[in-house]
């Protein structure tokens, strides 16, 4: 003898099977997300830390002043330090610089922190405007008591 469902536990079978579908896509997209996410450091809260992160991160500051050196070689390499006002963190990076890059200009540099604490960059962003500070290190500037208003164009 077969029985039928009645409306009621159609709906509820229903939005039962809806419910787990969608549980199931936001566990994918969780886990696929997880792998690919850099947390945003400062030098000094890249310092405080008590061991480096073993995942690509991001990291914003200012590029120190007399702080740039070009190394020759088969590629473009370029060491630099990023500063917040408490600390410093020495980078490495492979690669061609933004065009606006200099020292005292803010920056956001992604990539590994090494075992001796510098870390090597896999990408160097930088923003068009000469007051342009990214929002990430502005907001971790200003917390640290740190941040330097940008001065007004004539």
């Known amino acids: ?14 939005i039962a099977a809806v419910l787990g579908v969608a549980a199931l896509a936001t566990g ?61 963190t020495k980078v490495s990076f492979e690669g ?3 065009d606006l890059f200099r020292e005292g200009q803010g920056v956001v540099v992604q990539g590994r922190v090494e075992p001796d604490g510098r870390l090597s960059a896999l990408e160097v962003l930088a923003k068009h405007d000469e007051t342009y500070m990214p929002r990430e290190v502005a907001e971790a500037l200003k917390e640290q008591g740190v941040w330097r208003e940008p001065s007004p164009k004539p």
């Open 96 to 98: 061609v610089l933004p």
């Open 28 to 88: 994918l997209v969780l886990t696929a997300l997880g792998n690919s996410v850099a947390y945003f450091y400062t030098p000094s809260q890249l310092v405080a830390l008590a061991a480096p992160p073993k995942n690509i991160i991001r990291l914003g500051g200012l590029v120190a002043a007399g702080s740039v050196a070009f190394r020759s070689g088969e590629r473009s390499i370029v060491d630099f330090v990023v500063e917040d006002g408490r600390a410093t």
């Open 1 to 14: 003898m077969t029985r039928q469902m009645t409306r009621q536990q159609t709906r509820a079978a229903l």
